[in-house]
């Protein structure tokens, strides 16, 4: 028995402090497997949840108050005016351009709507607000113009969240609707006779990415066949391999059409498939031509367009959840939440819009750069949900 119990400890991981060590080791690297994102699906979601961490914290433990809040939007607003209208010098002087409409549209829109709000709030409590409201109207005049000469998409996102966001704060603080019916027509006969200027504008000067016709024709020409080849390819999880460009090659799940920026892969030196160079183009089949159910069913198949439905769903419902618990406190005379209402008024605004020409119109709305912001808007709301409870 002595010397069985001998031999037992002197072979390797026979020894219990030893084989604990061993197992805390195995334990260890296969924990870090899990945590290291595996596909770009999973790396969306561990970034979603790490912003959604830290916007809970921000939000409890900064003091946002109104004053704060209308200073930061007024920034925003006035930050992506100037950004914009680089971008279209640029454009027009020297062909190039970033791009910016894109990516920043929601947040410019965030900052934009934030601002309506908070002079909302101040108009409401006495406070001469004319002042700010011709710096507020300057910056939505900015980026309407310079973005809309960038995008026609960012134009459609740019205006639905305006004409959301003033409903929002209509019903905040139980007025009349301005949109009445004049108005109504008044404005779609301002945005046609924007989108005539735009094709004339281009015609003229032969710079043909400020034509909306040329838009519609690629439209025309491309999408129909996008959306063939991906109502014959999707599955419950991912697409049949052959339709990627990737084929056998690749996973038929979260192959790169769907993405975080690639700049944000690239840093974290993950081995996922990515579209670059003159690959973009095969990514466009998916990206720049479909509505986001699509591209995102694609991608990850009907289980994840389910899963970004429900998503999309649930946080605008808690959102107007609590904007309305907002509002019974502000109605109550009670001005601890008017920095978080008014901020949670303008990602409420940003976030629908977003979601909607997103989801319905353009894939490139959520997707790369475009997608950070829409889980930060996305996160900024579900955020408001989380009260962090301190010891006294």
């Known amino acids: 028995?002595?010397?069985?119990?001998?031999?037992?400890?002197?072979?390797?991981?026979?020894?219990?402090?030893?084989?604990?060590?061993?197992?805390?080791?195995?334990?260890?690297?296969?924990?870090?497997?899990?945590?290291?994102?595996?596909?770009h699906l999973q790396l969306i979601l561990e970034i979603g949840i790490m912003i959604f961490i830290l916007l809970v914290f921000i939000l409890n433990l900064v003091p946002l108050s109104l004053s704060v809040v209308t200073f930061l939007s007024l920034f925003l607003a006035g930050g992506f005016t100037l950004l914009f209208g680089a971008d279209i010098a640029l454009l027009v002087v020297s062909s190039s351009q970033a791009e910016f409409t894109h990516p920043f549209g929601p947040i410019a829109l965030l900052g934009a709507v934030t601002a309506l709000a908070s002079l909302k709030v101040m108009k409401t409590s006495g406070v001469d607000v004319r002042p700010l409201r011709r710096f507020v109207i300057l910056f939505i005049a900015g980026i309407t113009i310079f973005g809309g000469l960038m995008h026609r998409s960012f134009l459609l996102l740019w205006i639905l969240g305006l004409f959301i966001g003033y409903t929002i704060l209509s019903k905040s603080f139980r007025e009349k609707s301005i949109f009445t019916a004049k108005r109504i027509l008044i404005f779609l006969g301002v945005a046609v006779a924007g989108f005539l200027s735009l094709e004339v504008i281009a015609r003229v000067s032969g710079m043909t990415i400020f034509s909306p016709m040329l838009r519609l024709g690629r439209i025309e020409q491309y999408s129909t066949s996008s959306v063939k080849m991906v109502l014959n390819n999707i599955q419950l999880i991912g697409h049949n391999g052959n339709a990627s460009y990737w084929g056998a090659e690749g996973t038929a799940f979260a192959e790169g059409y769907i993405t975080l920026p690639m700049q944000l892969v690239l840093f974290f030196g993950l081995p996922f498939p990515m579209f670059f160079g003159i690959l973009v183009n095969q990514k466009d089949t998916v990206d720049y031509m479909l509505p986001g159910i699509l591209g995102y069913g694609f991608d990850f198949g009907y289980l994840g367009l389910i899963g970004l439905v429900v998503f999309v769903l649930g946080t605008i419902i808690i959102g107007f959840k609590i904007l309305a618990m907002y509002r019974e406190k502000r109605e109550k005379n009670s001005k601890k939440y008017l920095g978080k209402e008014v901020l949670l008024t303008g990602a409420l605004a940003a976030f629908c819009s977003q979601s909607l020409i997103g989801l319905f119109i353009f894939n490139r709305t959520i997707n790369g750069t475009a997608l950070l912001s829409f889980m930060f808007l996305g996160c900024l709301i579900l955020a408001n949900a989380v009260t962090l409870k301190s010891r006294t």
């Open 1 to 39: 028995m002595g010397d069985r119990r001998l031999g037992m400890a002197e072979a390797p991981g026979s020894n219990p402090g030893q084989s604990i060590l061993i197992y805390l080791i195995n334990e260890n690297c296969d924990l870090n497997m899990i945590l290291i994102a595996q596909n």
